[in-house]
T-cell receptor, first 109, second 114 residues
Framework: SQKIEQNSEALNIQEGKTATLTCNYT??????LQWYRQDPGRGPVFLLL?????KEKRKERLKVTFDTTLKQSLFHITASQPADSATYLC????????FGKGTMLLVSP | DTGVSQNPRHKITKRGQNVTFRCDPI?????LYWYRQTLGQGPEFLTY????????KSRLLSDRFSAERPKGSFSTLEIQRTEQGDSAMYLC????????????FGQGTRLTVV
């Protein structure tokens, strides 16, 4: 089966630093990887999509990379803020999505 | 349009009862998806619709689960003879489909089976 693996341990960083979250996938490369943000008790919110033939995608303070050799996507938040504290979900697919468990990010003031 | 709407937000039911959840997608979206999320896990895909056609239902968890989208607008997810293991957050999402892949999720319905 096609799995998505995310570090289940929470990531604690200080405000202003860059947060880097990792997403690893198994078997063949997905054509698409997507990143979502989820706050407690709420549904996921779409952040970025990256295609297999793209190395990098940016949106404001967010950057996503896709490395088919390492079978990995990295998600970066630069100049992090306490408001960025949330769980970040990685998913493979374009329409029907296979999600990882998510990584909780805690940004301290 | 205020986004994807799910009702109820919370549902507590006794084991063995049937429950039905409703999802109203964003009006111009023709794709609608149902996911289930348990504590500490990511959402798990259940089924989806393109307009009124159910394109994938093999991932529904058992034959106690069924979904409909009768007129290609709102959708319902029914769980018959609920079990304690059905306790979870049930999420609905919609998208335009085609090249526009961004999925918009609702707030979810939290089901507790006692």
């Amino acid at each position: 089966s096609q799995k998505i693996e995310q570090n289940s341990e929470a990531l604690n960083i200080q405000e202003g630093k860059t947060a880097t979250l990792t997403c690893n996938y198994t078997n063949y490369s997905p054509a698409y990887l997507q990143w979502y943000r989820q706050d407690p008790g709420r549904g996921p919110v779409f952040l970025l999509l990256i295609r297999e033939n793209e190395k990098e995608k940016r949106k404001e303070r967010l950057k996503v990379t896709f490395d088919t050799t390492l079978k990995q996507s990295l998600f970066h938040i630069t100049a992090s803020q306490p408001a960025d504290s949330a769980t970040y979900l990685c998913a493979r697919g374009k329409d029907t999505l296979t999600f990882g468990k998510g990584t909780m990010l805690l940004v301290s003031p | 349009d205020t986004g994807v709407s799910q009702n109820p937000r919370h549902k507590i039911t006794k084991r063995g009862q049937n429950v039905t959840f409703r999802c109203d997608p964003i009006s111009e979206h023709n794709r609608l998806y149902w996911y289930r999320q348990t504590l500490g896990q990511g959402p798990e895909f259940l089924t989806y619709f393109q307009n009124e056609a159910q394109l994938e239902k093999s991932r529904l968890l058992s034959d106690r689960f069924s979904a409909e989208r009768p007129k290609g607008s709102f959708s319902t997810l029914e769980i018959q003879r609920t079990e304690q293991g059905d306790s979870a957050m049930y999420l609905c999402a919609s998208s335009l489909g085609g090249q526009e892949t961004e999925a918009f999720f609702g707030q979810g319905t939290r089901l507790t089976v006692v």
